[in-house]
């Protein structure tokens, strides 16, 4: 089943389209649902043979679910991950039989934590050679050649097969989760944080190795990492993420030469290499991600950004976050009575409460941004009734260059902006 | 730029310190004879791979390691706490030699070799510590806001009594509540009518003295958060916590072991920021232990480069950055991803570090150097000066007793 819109091209391997993966929020006796928590909200991008997509972001904005949606780990909640089997796009999840063994043998993943992922259990022999043999790739006779070949490719050798996970430092055991996924010739890897808990001379080996690999096999790697330094030298095309959404994506060095969007900037202000002057200002993100059960609307990077705009989606939220952090107000709040995301009336306890917050959220206390959208600001006895500019999601746009970001404001009022 | 401020006066200097643990294999030298100093209110990065000892070095100074497994096999920690010079308070004058610190004989202790409980007054109150994983350190079953109150309770008793308007030759339960050393009956008796109105002021003392601590730390709504539980609060802000409670009562010596690996680098550059900003406003002399070289530039005054045990490179933080002179910090350096390294072309260290049981006396990065020869195969080399500020421990720069000497030159493996 292919739908006409979807990309043909013969060196596409995958197209994720509008992937969203929620996960259900069940309490009470009964289990009932919720909420759901949005981990992966609507992320598209393809990935072609040979290359290598970095996929970035914070901890808790999606990319490992999403990595394991595409490895066919989890079954996307929405959209859907395409393959191109033999020129025809299919959905991996909708595959069978011979065709989902094909797609499951030529997409392959290592994981972040080989203590985890390798069983403590098995021999090297085992951990390498189980895929040969659920394929019938080898006969017993041939599997141990197999194996070796396999270890000698990935720096380790015959000495090594009948050992233990727990035998091999960190690094090693990493070697043997490239080797496990290397044994059937895949066509794609995902990679899921596969260097982090390296050192990194020791990252350094396997990021030669990957490369070295790819080279040789023609191998697409989506390479899911929260390091930008080892993102910049890896990818080739880069995907960020916040919240579940991709805020920015295109060319690896268009992004690091002139990011459209401020988190992007804000992820690389926050680590400089170690060739950037030494006297340069660092300076990371101020506040929390969000809860992904309830993102904010507008630019879910709004509530962090120092570049909002008024248009950037202010809403109720944004008030009850910011009396959340006021020492001595939010004891004071007694009820939000909700109109729509962007309409409320909070109650209060007291009058007094009520005539603090509307001077408040008048003042320097709450960004400018916000209180530029401000619509309507009425102080009633105990309530404060409060309305905001109704925005609507704010999408990716396509920028020069097969760029996308997802900011209303443009790239150079995003590059000219300066920290103050 | 700290030694014409502070007159470079040491806090702390380690000498020869060695660790080593025994294990099935035989004895482990993890620390196996390292030397260094840490000034007032400088910070000395230590880096190195992962079980090169550099955490070993750092709990050593509070001696929370293992014994056994561990042995002390040898060295001090000598420790002197700051006690400012009543003339000059702390500039540097004639009386302390520009030194700021008070005159008189030398008051510094052996850390290893005080009775414990003389190391139980220093722990957590002149020396503290941050540790790698928030999640681990902080007591999961406790309302953040009491773990910072223990330290308090430790430590600052008297200062707790004063502050809840008690006389300061209060005794008995109420004392014994306010210093948290609870005798059998003491909760009878705090119920009396006298005694609870009394515990209710120390309560309330000691919880405006959490909640100044944890303000310290920038948070916002301390006295909310002080009623969560660890498990409630972001990595960020757990880290947040541990640094208010190791903050509490302005040690002179901060050890800080990894204390953002665990994080975001945006949220890690915020805690950075808040070491370094509490730091200089307090004077804090801190230890900051990291793997993570880019990281290390960007805080430490002085940086150290551990190596198997041992210190291979020692110096001011630019001389260490601009002109490493080891080749193991040559190698760390260039194993990092720059933006103009090609792709596939990173500088990796070959091999693995070294089990440390009985190392022979060669040198230790003998196997993964590059430019290894004779001389460096049959002796062990030792820090010596280049610059009266920057130490290193290699052939290439001093003179070998036997053998043919290394040299950038020629790579021979």
């Known amino acids: ?420 | 730029m700290l030694d014409a401020k502070h007159g470079g006066a040491t806090v702390a200097s380690v000498r020869d310190l060695k660790v080593h643990f025994q294990s099935k294999r035989g004895v482990v030298h993890a620390v196996d004879g390292v030397s260094f100093d840490i000034r007032d209110g400088e910070t000395l990065g230590l880096v190195g791979e992962t079980g090169c000892g550099k955490s070993v070095t750092g709990r050593s100074f509070l001696r929370l390691l293992p014994v056994p497994p561990g042995i002390l096999a040898g060295g001090s920690v000598m420790f002197s706490a700051h006690e400012v010079c009543t003339g000059c308070e702390g500039t540097g004058c004639e009386t302390c030699e520009g030194t700021g610190r008070k005159a008189g004989q030398d008051r510094s202790v052996n850390l290893l070799g005080i009775p414990s409980e003389d190391m139980r007054r220093i722990r957590g109150d002149r020396i503290a510590m941050i540790f790698q994983d928030p999640g681990k350190a902080l007591n999961p079953t406790l309302p953040v806001g009491a773990q910072i109150a223990e330290v308090f309770l430790q430590h600052r008793t008297d200062e707790l009594i004063a502050l809840a308007g008690l006389p300061a030759d209060t005794v008995g339960a109420v004392r014994r509540f306010a210093s948290q050393s609870p005798r059998l009956g003491d909760g009878w008796l705090l119920s009396l009518p006298g005694a609870r109105a009394q515990r209710r002021r120390v309560e309330e003392a000691l919880a405006t003295m959490v909640a100044g601590a944890l303000a310290e730390t920038q948070v916002p709504n301390p006295a909310k958060l002080m009623a969560r539980y660890p498990h409630e609060l972001s990595g960020g802000m757990r880290q947040r916590v541990m640094i208010a409670q190791a903050l509490a009562c302005n040690p002179d010596l901060l050890i800080a072991d990894e204390p953002t690996t665990a994080l975001d680098v945006t949220v890690e550059a915020r805690i950075l920021e808040l070491i370094r900003n509490l730091q200089q406003r307090r004077k804090t002399s801190v230890l900051y232990i990291s793997h993570d070289l880019s990281l290390v530039r960007r805080i430490s005054d002085r940086v150290a480069v551990m190596y198997a045990g041992r210190i291979v490179e020692i110096g001011t933080t630019t001389e260490v950055f601009a002109n490493p002179r080891h080749p193991y910090t040559r190698g760390l350096m260039a194993a990092v991803p720059g933006a103009d390294t090609p792709r596939g072309r990173l500088a990796a260290i070959r091999g693995t570090v070294p089990e440390l049981v009985d190392p022979p006396a060669a040198c230790r990065f003998c196997g993964r150097c590059p430019y290894e020869t004779s001389a460096c195969r049959n002796n062990d080399p030792f820090l010596e000066a280049i610059t009266p500020s920057h130490l290193v421990a290699c052939f290439i720069d001093h003179p070998a007793p036997s053998g043919e000497r290394p040299n950038y030159g020629r790579v021979t493996a």
């Open chain 1, 1 to 420: 089943m292919r739908a006409a819109a979807e990309p043909q091209a013969d060196d596409l391997i995958l197209s994720i389209r509008e992937v969203k993966k929620h996960y259900p929020i069940r309490e009470g006796a009964l289990q009932r649902v919720v909420g759901h928590v949005r981990a992966v909200d609507g992320v598209s991008f393809d990935i072609r043979r040979g290359e290598t997509v970095g996929l970035v972001g914070e901890s808790g904005c999606g990319k490992t679910t999403l990595g394991r949606v595409i490895a066919a780990l989890a079954d996307p909640t929405e959209g859907g991950v395409h393959y191109n089997m033999d020129g025809m796009m299919s959905r991996i999840d909708r595959l069978e039989g011979k065709a989902a063994r094909a797609f499951r043998r030529n997409c392959q993943m290592v994981f972040q934590d080989s203590f985890a992922s390798l069983n403590p259990r098995h021999l090297v022999i085992d951990l390498v050679g189980r895929p040969l043999k659920v394929y019938n790739e080898a006969t017993s006779a041939n599997l141990i050649e197999r194996v070796v070949e396999l270890l000698e490719q990935v720096g380790l050798g015959r000495q090594h097969l009948y050992r233990y996970p727990h035998q091999f430092s960190g690094g090693q055991r990493q070697r043997i989760s490239i080797a496990r996924a290397l044994a059937l010739n895949p066509e794609v890897i995902v990679l899921d944080e596969p260097t982090s808990a390296l050192d990194v001379s020791v990252q350094a080996q396997i990021l030669n190795l990957l490369n070295d690999l790819q080279k040789e096999r023609n191998l697409a790697y989506l390479f899911v990492t929260h390091d930008l330094s080892v993102v910049r030298h890896m990818a080739d095309r880069l995907v960020v993420m916040y919240l579940g959404k991709v805020a920015e994506a295109g060319e690896t060095q268009a992004i690091f030469d002139s990011p459209h969007h401020p988190y992007t900037r804000e992820l690389m202000a926050a680590k400089p290499d170690l060739e950037a002057d030494a006297n340069v200002e660092v300076r990371g993100l101020e506040g929390n991600v969000p809860d992904p059960a309830r993102p904010p609307r507008g630019c879910r990077f709004h509530t962090r950004c120092e570049l909002a705009t008024p248009a950037c989606g202010w809403e109720v939220d944004d008030v009850v976050r910011w009396l959340e952090d006021a020492p001595g107000m939010f004891e004071h709040l007694v009820g939000v009575e909700r109109q729509t995301d962007f309409a409320a009336r909070l109650a209060f306890d007291s009058e007094e409460a009520a005539g603090l917050l509307s001077m408040a959220v008048r003042s320097e206390q709450v960004p400018e941004a916000m209180r530029a959208a401000m619509r309507r600001l009425n102080l009633d006895g105990d309530k404060v009734e409060i309305e905001f500019e109704d925005v609507g999601e704010i999408g990716l746009t396509a920028r020069d260059d097969g760029r996308m970001a997802a900011c209303v404001l443009s790239p150079e009022e995003v590059a000219s902006w300066k920290r103050t």
